[in-house]
């Protein structure tokens, strides 16, 4: 079984090819870094045009670094949400349209599932259950995953996600767009004991909190560059180093919180926060401390792709394959908690 992924939620166009026994057979992914930087963010209009650019002379360069036509596919799997419902609608166009002329399913993916589950495409996977720390700009979530489908939410942000305070702290810092990363590498040479600053919620539960921290960040901020209004290398540097300390603690400290809480014997790290260097270090030290083997996909699977979703798709083909025709789901709100394993 052959099944194309599909992946346009936001900015970036993931395609790729899943078999399995074989695995991912290619893929191709297109970032929109470059348009939306100018805006300090992802504007929809212009994800939506660049999806329509690029998506099908993606799929076909994929066909072909796979040696395989369109006629060699059993189903094509596309994310159906949540994310921007233009962009979702892309891709679910396209998938739609294909599989209704190949006469084959088009299965909606749920995009966090398509997250949990980019672990098993390494070859060491974890089995259920485990417990996932889903990590992004939108998302950040405790979740116990019992099974395919299984899956109880154990807490979640109440306010921003780490992803998003990340990139509203390198904004303030001045940095490049996508501000996480830029602010991670900046934070490799600072000092994380300069500035004091809180660990929210610590102790009170499995529920995040990050705008607080945002807040001292730039109370921070605003008090160094009253000192000097060019802030110099190293003090930008320790501000991001002691900003990102804050956040990789408290995010270590739900996840021992939580497993101290269920006795899950696995933890897998999801999403495109979850390549951050130190977060994936304090988890696998704190994985030794407590007996926990700790579960990563490679970068390249924490960010946005189309294997994720091809995967998925693969997962949840037998149910897909009784929809006929293919139709378009497109849901820019859909909570993880409505899916159920398939039937």
């Known amino acids: 079984m052959r099944i194309l992924g599909i992946e346009t939620s936001c900015d970036e166009t993931g395609v790729a090819v899943f078999e399995p026994g074989r695995g991912v057979l290619a893929e191709r992914l297109a970032s929109q870094i470059a348009i939306h930087a100018a805006f ?19 799929v076909e360069e994929v066909l072909a670094a796979a040696n395989l036509e369109l006629g060699d596919l059993d189903a094509i799997a596309y994310t159906a949400g949540p994310g921007l419902i233009g962009a979702l609608m892309v891709g679910g166009s396209l998938a739609a349209s294909l599989a209704y002329g190949l006469g084959i399913a088009a299965i909606p993916v749920h995009h966090l599932e398509g997250h949990l589950l ?43 996600a780490a992803g998003e305070a990340f990139d509203k702290v390198a904004r303030l810092l001045a940095l490049p767009y996508p501000g996480g990363p830029e602010l991670a590498r900046l934070a490799e040479s600072g000092d994380p004991e300069r500035f004091a600053l809180p660990r929210p919620l610590k102790n009170q539960g499995l529920d995040f909190s990050f705008s607080g921290l945002k807040t001292a960040a ?14 110099d290398a190293t003090t930008r540097a320790d501000l991001a180093a002691s900003f990102q300390a804050a956040a990789v603690d408290t995010l270590a400290g739900k996840c021992r919180q939580a497993l101290e809480a269920t006795g899950l014997p696995r933890l897998v790290i999801a999403g495109g926060v979850g390549a951050n260097r130190l977060l994936r270090a304090r988890l696998e030290a704190l994985g030794r401390q ?14 946005d792709n189309g294997a994720m979703i091809a995967y998925a798709g693969y997962c949840r083909h037998t149910a897909a394959a009784r929809d006929w025709p293919p139709r378009i789901v497109a849901r820019p709100r859909w909570p993880l908690a409505e899916l159920a394993p398939p039937n």
Do not use: N
């Not at 730039?218 to 060019?230: E, M, P, V």
């Open 40 to 58: 300090g963010g992802v504007v929809p209009e212009l994800a939506s045009r660049d999806h329509i650019a690029k998506l099908l002379p993606m």
């Open 118 to 160: 980019a672990c098993m495409l390494e070859k060491e996977a974890p089995e259920f259950p485990f417990l996932a720390l889903l990590v992004s700009g939108g998302h950040t979530q405790l979740i116990d995953v019992a099974a395919l489908g299984r899956y109880r939410i154990i807490g979640e942000t109440l306010d921003d």
């Open 218 to 231: 730039r109370l921070a901020i605003g008090a160094a560059r009253a000192q000097s209004a060019d802030l």
């Open 290 to 303: 407590l007996g926990v083997r700790v579960y990563y996909p490679r970068p390249a699977l924490c960010t």
